[in-house]
């Protein structure tokens, strides 16, 4: 079963960059398709981005496309999201996940592995 560990998050300006991480152990790292999730106090988890195993295909939210990049390093066991263009309508606690069957899905149930989050804040 693959542990998800996510870091990067942080306190940043509007208009303002962050770059998160996801590191990957006990798995098979390239077996999974790679999302990423946010929860911002007093609403449900929405879907972020999603890269399959090869990063030939991509997925992203309305919200983030052209500002937010997802990407991933087999060789690492590591994806990562680039934030740019930040908004304080992104400040939320950011979760990667795993899936087993790749289909990119939106819905974070058919995530099958989580991490514990990371704090993003954008101040206005």
């Known amino acids: 079963q693959v542990q998800l560990v996510e870091s990067g998050g942080g306190l940043v300006q509007a208009g303002g960059s962050l770059r998160l991480s996801c590191a990957a152990s006990?798995?098979?790292?390239?077996?999974?398709?790679m999302g990423w999730f946010r929860q911002a106090p007093g609403k449900e988890r929405e879907f972020v981005a999603a890269?399959?195993?090869?990063?030939?295909?991509?997925n992203y939210a309305d919200s983030v496309k052209g500002r937010f990049t997802i990407s991933r390093d087999n060789a690492k066991n590591t994806v990562l999201l680039q934030m740019n263009s930040l908004k304080p309508e992104d400040t939320a606690i950011y979760y990667c996940?795993?899936?087993?069957?790749?289909?990119?899905?939106?819905?974070?149930?058919?995530?099958?592995?989580w991490g514990q989050g990371t704090q993003v804040t954008v101040s206005s």
């Open positions: 996940a795993a899936q087993i069957i790749p289909t990119l899905s939106s819905r974070a149930r058919a995530y099958d592995h």
């Open positions: 006990g798995g098979t790292f390239s077996r999974y398709a």
């Open positions: 890269i399959n195993w090869s990063s030939s295909t991509s």
